[in-house]
C-alpha cells in the first residue's frame, strides 16, 4: 500500500532508499523470526513428545530424554538452523518482491500475496529438496 499511496515517490524525493530503508529491515526481520519460530516449535514438539510417550507407555521421562540426547547429533542441529535461515531469506525476499510489484491498484495486493505464497511454498520445498540432498548424501 506505500507504493500505492505515493509514500515511496516520498521516500525518494527525501534522498531515502527504499531499498535499504523498507526491504532490508523486513527481509533480517523475517528471517531472524523464522529461525527463532522454527526451534520454538521443535522444542516445544520435543518435549511434547517426550511426555506424551512417557505417558502412554509407562515409562520414565529420562528414559525417553536419554534416547534423544544419544540419536540427536550437532550436525542435524546444524541443517536444521541453516535451513530454517534459508526459508526466512526465501520467504521474505520473494513477498518483499511481489509486494514492489503492486503497481496502481489496492486490488492488486491480495494477487501479489497469493502469487507470494506459492512461489515461497515452491523455493522452500525445492530448496529443502537440494539442502537435504547436498548434506545427507
Do not use: W
Amino acid at each position: 500500500t506505500m507504493k500505492i499511496n505515493s509514500e515511496m515517490d516520498y521516500l525518494k524525493t527525501m534522498g531515502i532508499d527504499s531499498d535499504i530503508y523498507l526491504i532490508l529491515p523486513r527481509i533480517i526481520g523475517i528471517s531472524i523470526s523464522v529461525f527463532i519460530v522454527t526451534f520454538y516449535f521443535q522444542i516445544i514438539s520435543m518435549f511434547g513428545a517426550l511426555a506424551l510417550s512417557s505417558f502412554l507407555f509407562h515409562t520414565p521421562l529420562y528414559q525417553h530424554f536419554s534416547v534423544i540426547t544419544t540419536s540427536l547429533h550437532v550436525y542435524e542441529i546444524m541443517v536444521s538452523a541453516l535451513k530454517s535461515l534459508v526459508f526466512g531469506i526465501i520467504i521474505s525476499i520473494i513477498s518483499c518482491y511481489h509486494g514492489m510489484l503492486v503497481q496502481s491498484s489496492i486490488t492488486e495486493i491480495p494477487q501479489a500475496a497469493s502469487i507470494a505464497v506459492t512461489q515461497s511454498l515452491f523455493y522452500i520445498f525445492l530448496f529443502d529438496g537440494i539442502i537435504t540432498l547436498i548434506t545427507f548424501l
